[in-house]
């Protein structure tokens, strides 16, 4: 779409707050859980007569922790089946529903009659059923927001997507130390966050209407027509609905002519029907060549994010504050500091573009790693929790290390990789994409919390922040390769930006136009400077 859009603030308003909740909620169970646990083995103020249990078996407390990112990645496996058929208007309201029950469960296993089995087990199915709404929430969320949102702010909305779940973490926090000291408190903790689902889930059905793009790849031609006027003003929706039309055109009979054979053209279906009825074909395979392009780049990114650290960094950082007697303040201190930063990103995404962020954000997060694995040459972390220790000169510049590093994060992969991966996946596939994306993050997140204090065991906290260092110095290479710019694009015209990676025939849409008679010439071509890294066939 090009020049200047003109939407409703309505709209916009609804759009970006109730997809935005299914992020809050997210990061309000990463808050809350970890007053929840204290609270539930302190014994004092438990309200249930398992505590004690609970408090002997680190190994619940664990899959009390994980059963929420388990669940996630569970929904986010079935999301990859079912997105592309359900919409994303209700991913947001099935994850809303879910959340709800999720935080139901998990607030009636405090009953005081159960005993330890009962309780322990509601309480983690619960929060399986919690996480299955993380999944479904967070596909639907970058998603939804990615197609209806104008390019000019589609970057300062997903950011704040990522805003939301700090937001989030902190409502978390001050949620469970609000409730820490009344008995049987953190069934109140995890049953509030009932009533964000509620909102979320009642705005979602009752408010937002079906994704443009979505109903347009169904060839529901009029609902999507009237999806778009939902947002944008008249003459800016008939002129971004024909622009969105005819670049699609383009696509569809360029990637006919290329004749990879990635794409057939008797069951390709995003491109305008002459009627309005629903396309029933189904999506072509996500690994198709045609699409590897933009999977590398969003599936590469969200791993990269999960790999260079970043719980690593957060769970040192607990450590040294708990030794420091500071545990409960410094927790609130860090989501705060992780708000501040992601607020600089929202501010200056649809600005300095995204690849700019994601090279500041990863180079401070090389440096500050380079920084931890010579300054854990010279100290190491007590394992006694009743401990209180002294922070020396070494576990400043620690500490000040890990505050550059959670700052580039959050400059950069935090909020960057979501957006991006809400933009590079062509329509026809974004369902899938976006869902093998998110599982991708929740099972590298898994895996780099597993492995991290094995490593750390093994070989010690210098040699492995040592590694995490060496794969963030590959993601700044992996950004200046793989990842576009998308700053300012439509979602058609990214989509042609990678498709002329590996299609001779997409190499410029202008020629595409020319060549098929389209009236419209992408902006990108028209003027370079939106065109940076290596896309080249």
């Not at 793009?213 to 006027?229: C, H, I, N, V």
Request: charged share 15%; glycine share 10%.
């Amino acid at each position: 779409m090009s020049g200047e859009q003109e939407f409703y603030w309505s709209s916009l308003t609804y759009l970006f707050t109730f997809p935005a909740l299914g992020g809050l909620l997210f990061g309000y169970d990463i808050g809350a859980t970890s007053f929840v646990l204290e609270q539930i083995t302190t014994g004092d103020y438990s309200g249930v007569k398992w505590d004690n249990y609970l408090d002997d078996h680190t190994q619940l407390q664990g899959a009390i922790t994980s059963s929420s990112v388990f669940g996630a990645l569970l929904s986010s496996i079935l999301v990859f089946q079912v997105a592309d058929y359900m919409g994303r208007k209700y991913e947001l309201v099935v994850g809303a529903l879910l959340y709800m029950i999720g935080a139901f469960i998990a607030a009636l296993s405090a009953r005081p009659s159960w005993n330890a089995e009962t309780g322990i087990a509601v309480l983690i199915f619960g929060r399986v059923v919690y996480g299955c709404g993380i999944g479904f929430a967070m596909h639907g969320a970058p998603a939804y927001i990615g197609e209806m949102s104008p390019p000019s702010i589609r970057g300062v909305l997903i950011s704040l997507k990522e805003a939301a779940i700090v937001l989030g973490i902190l409502l978390g926090y001050l949620i469970g130390f609000l409730f820490s000291t009344v008995n049987g408190g953190w069934s109140y903790t995890f049953g509030l966050a009932m009533i964000f689902a509620a909102i979320m889930l009642g705005g979602s059905y009752f408010l937002l209407v079906e994704s443009t793009r979505f109903l347009y790849l169904k060839g529901k031609l009029a609902q999507a027509k009237e999806s778009m006027d939902w947002i944008l003003l008249p003459e800016a929706s008939d002129r971004a609905f024909n622009e969105m039309a005819d670049q699609n055109n383009s696509i569809r009979k360029a990637s006919i002519a290329d004749g990879d054979g990635s794409l057939d053209s008797k069951t390709f279906s995003l491109a305008p029907k002459l009627t309005n009825s629903q396309s029933t074909n189904p999506p072509p395979p996500v690994y198709s060549k045609r699409f590897r392009p933009a999977l590398i780049a969003g599936v590469g990114l969200v791993f990269l994010q999960q790999v260079t650290g970043q719980p690593s960094v957060l769970y040192y950082a607990a450590t040294i504050f708990k030794d420091a007697g500071l545990a409960s303040v410094a927790t609130v201190g860090v989501a705060a500091f992780k708000l501040v930063m992601t607020m600089i990103a929202v501010f200056t995404v649809d600005y300095y573009g995204r690849r700019s962020l994601l090279f500041i954000g990863i180079s401070c997060m090389l440096v500050a790693l380079i920084a931890l694995a010579i300054a854990f040459n010279f100290t190491t972390t007590s394992d006694d929790d009743d401990e209180t220790k002294d922070i020396g000169p070494v576990q400043i510049v620690i500490l000040f290390s890990m505050f550059v590093y959670i700052g580039g994060y959050q400059i950069g992969f935090g909020p960057i990789a979501w957006l991006l991966i809400s933009e590079v996946f062509p329509l026809e596939v974004r369902g899938q994409a976006v869902a093998v994306a998110v599982q991708t993050n929740f099972f590298w997140n898994v895996v780099t919390s597993y492995l991290f204090p094995i490593a750390t065991s093994a070989i010690g906290a210098s040699k492995t922040f040592g590694i995490f260092a060496l794969i963030d110095a590959f993601a700044i290479y992996f950004v200046f390769k793989f990842v576009p710019e998308t700053k300012g694009l439509s979602l058609e015209e990214i989509e042609i930006l990678l498709g002329s990676r590996v299609s001779p025939a997409l190499r410029s849409i202008s020629k595409a136009g020319d060549e098929y008679g389209n009236s419209t010439t992408s902006p990108l071509l028209r003027n370079g400077e939106s065109y940076h890294g290596s896309y080249e066939a």
